[in-house]
């Protein structure tokens, strides 16, 4: 399974970024995709999670309302779009997928999902 980040870069405060991960060697919509970002010194956090069938989907309190997360099944795509972007966003964000049952208690959990991609720094300047 390859899990491939992309689309990070460096943007002002105020501005946008879309990510996206692309995914192989898995069967793409048996499973929950998920975006988490690790900041300098810090632990990762979850950003985002969406259903199978992008039906469902739950965000960080932190990116309500900025950041939106979707999927395009038919090309095992999942993709991040941040708006009005913060410097305390800055961070690596990566994908990650997991086979487990939808729960809005758990998909914040970095441990239950099987697939990590490498991440794609973000860079917000004040």
């Known amino acids: 399974v390859q899990l491939q980040a992309s689309g990070g870069g460096l943007v002002q405060a105020g501005g946008s970024l879309s990510l996206s991960c692309a995914a192989s060697d898995l069967t793409f919509s048996n499973y929950i995709m998920g975006w988490f970002l690790q900041g300098p010194g810090k632990e990762r956090q979850f950003v985002a999670a969406i259903s199978r069938g992008g039906g469902m989907t739950f965000y960080a309190d932190s990116v309500k309302g900025r950041f939106t997360i979707s999927r395009d099944n038919a090309k095992n795509m999942v993709y991040l779009q941040m708006n009005n972007l913060k410097p305390e966003d800055t961070a690596i964000y990566s994908c990650?997928?997991?086979?487990?049952?939808?729960?809005?208690?758990?998909?914040?959990?970095?441990?239950?999902?099987?697939?990590w991609g490498q991440g794609t720094q973000v860079t917000v300047s004040g």
């Open positions: 990650a997928a997991d086979r487990g049952l939808w729960n809005t208690e758990t998909v914040i959990t970095s441990l239950r999902y099987d697939y």
